[in-house]
């Protein structure tokens, strides 16, 4: 398997999930427009503030992910299963490059 694509991969996306976090936290922290005063508009802005937290977490525990991928890498244990410690196909590292598991492993999660 070809470890530096993989790792340019890695940082690529590593680098679009930290501008999506700066992105979303700036929106949960440093709103500019007041809390609206009809009730309706608030029930709809809760409801946009959840989705940008949901989107906060995800690429917080993918920019993990991705960290834990690459610190893989260095240790040379990349393409070895987390859990079993078997080989992970290339087809699952290429489809998904930060996973730690093989595909049985991850269908027992």
Do not use: W
Request: proline share 2%.
């Amino acid at each position: 398997m070809e470890l530096v694509g993989i790792v340019n991969e890695l940082q690529a996306r590593r680098l679009e999930m930290k501008s999506r976090l700066e992105r979303t936290h700036k929106h949960i922290h440093e709103k500019e427009e007041p809390v609206s005063a009809n009730f309706s508009e608030q029930i709809k802005q809760t409801e946009n503030d959840q989705l940008v937290m949901a989107l906060d977490a995800e690429a917080a525990a993918e920019i993990r992910q991705i960290d834990a991928a690459l610190k893989r890498i260095d240790q040379g244990v990349y393409e070895q299963c987390a859990s079993c410690g078997s080989q992970i196909a290339d087809a699952r590292l290429k489809a998904i490059p930060y996973t730690d598991c093989c595909i049985d492993c991850a269908n027992q999660q």
